[in-house]
């Protein structure tokens, strides 16, 4: 774990590949002291440049990516280093991209399983950080065992994960080992926020869709472990750390062994012995290596502890309909204003039939908390989804007035107050959450589009090399950027 994370300089993981839905050369290498992403395209959309790689995330184990910087915004790199199969291919998020994509921002979520002690990214923004990402890299002790300066210096212990009630043991593994399909931030709080010791359910909400497709999601071992009989059966007394040592990796040699005596703790050396006794492997046969739903190239241990994995998953459901759930399951009743932006979020997704549960909930959610953004933002874009632009702009004006730094409903407004003419308006709208989110390529292209309708070509045309600074290979912008150099007097709404 303490290699999670760090300077790329010296942990470069060297190689090139051609993306074949993009016809771009990617290649990451080493030089003049510095580590290097070049990308190279020739022919139609010819494209060629680089950008130094900063910082590392990932071990290398399983995958690793790389950071860059541009203006002060930090952004993982668009291609990762899948270990078990040891290629470099894009990564998840780009496996069907077509054009070179920049601007994957360095998410704050996203790093905090990955370092020690993160820095929060500047009010309104999201991955824009100080002078330093990260004070400590990679994983350290306080991740697991909380602040360590008294137990330093011999004034005091240190937390003892084992010694905790269940569910704030379990808190700790699942901080970075559970996804869920939702995971809802509780108001004023963050997953980042989070020490061992505390309740997880108190910073983060998780949230399983009863329908989901095949495969494992790619960190949800510590959901599937909770389908295992093996679980199920031992309630409390069995965690992550019945099989797991945070401090010890068996070696490839020792891994049977050592896993099997993990098994033979609760099933005994008299069932071991007569349960095909020719296999020393339990995990061959009943936790197999299965594909990720989620990260090309990459295999997960099946967690679910199948006594027969060929007859499929234990959470087999004959549900017509799709349903959100808690996880880990919980006697609270969910709230309405989780429900509302769990569903909200898979709506946002694609997921059609999650509208109308979406609405259901935030207008409960809403009588209750009338003034949260979070809310409000949501609301505005189910009704702008349905058509109702009146109520839309209601709610995205009255979600700024609580919070003048929410982008979405800036962004979104702006939309609105464009369709219906007033481009000055949005103009406003849109300049500052631009500034705050330059990585939002459709920010910068609806704001060059609406200076155009001004009849302000140079700024128009400054917006635009503002979006190809960030995501350089954007036909849209590209196309929009030749047209007003060779005419800026045509420069108008498109």
Not at 323 to 338: C, I, Q
Not at 453 to 462: M, N, Q, S, T, Y
């Amino acid at each position: 774990m303490a290699h999670a994370s760090g300077p790329s300089l010296g942990n470069v993981i060297p190689g090139e590949f051609t993306h074949a839905l993009s016809q771009v050369q990617y290649r990451v290498y080493q030089q003049d002291g510095k580590v290097w992403l070049s990308f190279d395209r020739d022919g139609a959309g010819e494209i060629h440049g680089k950008r130094e790689l900063l910082f590392f995330i990932g071990s290398g184990h399983r995958g690793r990516t790389y950071v860059f910087g541009e203006d002060g915004f930090f952004f993982e790199s668009p291609v990762n280093w899948y270990g078990q199969k040891g290629v470099w291919d894009m990564t998840p998020a780009y496996q069907n991209a077509r054009h070179i994509p920049l601007n994957l921002p360095l998410s704050s979520e996203c790093l905090s399983c990955h370092t020690n002690d993160l820095q929060q990214p500047v009010p309104g923004t999201e991955n824009k950080y100080g002078v330093s990402i990260v004070t400590q890299e990679g994983i350290g002790c306080v991740r697991c065992h909380g602040p360590g300066d008294a137990h330093s210096k011999g004034s005091g212990p240190i937390l003892n994960p084992a010694k905790l009630p269940a569910s704030r043991r379990d808190a700790i593994c699942m901080q970075c080992h559970l996804e869920g399909s939702v995971a809802i931030q509780q108001p004023g709080r963050s997953l980042r926020d989070f020490k061992p010791g505390e309740e997880l359910q108190d910073y983060v909400h998780y949230f399983v869709l009863s329908q989901s497709g095949p495969g494992l999601p790619a960190l949800s071992q510590f959901e599937a472990l909770f389908q295992s009989v093996c679980k199920q059966k031992s309630g409390n007394a069995m965690s992550c750390m019945s099989c797991h040592d945070p401090h010890y990796s068996p070696s490839p040699a020792e891994k049977v062994a050592y896993y099997r005596s993990k098994c033979i703790a609760c099933h005994g050396e008299k069932f071991a012995a007569k349960h095909h006794p020719n296999e020393q492997s339990c995990v061959i046969c009943h936790m197999p290596a299965v594909t990720s739903s989620n990260v090309a190239h990459t295999q997960a241990t099946d967690h679910r502890i199948l006594r027969n994995p060929a007859l499929g998953s234990l959470a087999a459901t004959t549900q017509t309909q799709p349903a959100l759930k808690r996880f880990p399951p919980s006697s609270e009743m969910a709230s309405d204003r989780d429900l509302a932006l769990a569903w909200q979020s898979l709506a946002e997704e694609g997921m059609e039939s999650a509208v109308p549960e979406a609405e259901k909930y935030l207008r409960g959610a809403l009588a209750r908390h009338p003034d949260d953004s979070t809310l409000l933002t949501a609301m505005g874009f189910v009704a702008q989804k349905r058509g109702d632009l009146t109520q839309a702009k209601s709610m995205y004006e009255k979600a700024l007035a609580n919070d003048p730094l929410a982008t979405v409903a800036a962004t979104n407004l702006g939309v609105i107050t464009a369709q219906a003419g007033d481009v000055g308006r949005a103009i406003a709208l849109w300049q500052p959450a631009f500034d705050r989110q330059p990585g939002r390529s459709a920010i910068g292209v609806n704001l060059a589009k609406a200076f155009c309708a001004e009849g302000k070509p140079d700024e128009a045309i400054l917006e635009i090399k503002r979006v190809l600074e960030f995501n350089p290979d954007l036909p849209e912008a590209q196309e929009m950027l030749q047209e007003l150099s060779k005419n800026p007097s045509q420069c108008r709404l498109q």
